[in-house]
């Protein structure tokens, strides 16, 4: 194995690890946020679980939604979470395969 081939491999798998790290902690802070809601705590900032999402989260971030029932009536949300998704999925797609 050369020494790009091993770099590129573990660069690989590091962003992987990034992803879902980042995935676990979108859709985690949906829920830590949903419980603060029904206490009515101090809540996690809308632009922090938008932050969240933007660093890779996306489908963490969508997935806490559902399964929290949270933010699901804000427009913002429900539109803006799919669509730093699809942004994302687009980066990805052009970045491997060059469309």
Not at 47 to 59: D, E, N, R
Request: charged residues 15%; proline residues 2%.
């Amino acid at each position: 194995m050369t020494f790009l081939e091993y770099i590129s491999k573990y660069s690989i798998l590091a962003i992987l690890i990034y992803l879902v790290v980042m995935n676990i902690i979108g859709f985690t802070i949906m829920g830590i946020d949903k419980s603060r809601a029904k206490r009515g705590a101090w809540r996690i900032p809308e632009k922090t679980l938008f932050l969240i999402a933007i660093l890779g989260g996306s489908i963490g971030s969508i997935l806490g939604m559902k399964q929290f029932r949270h933010k699901t009536k804000h427009k913002t949300f429900t539109i803006g979470m799919p669509a730093i998704l699809i942004v994302q999925a687009a980066i990805i797609l052009y970045c491997t395969v060059g469309i």
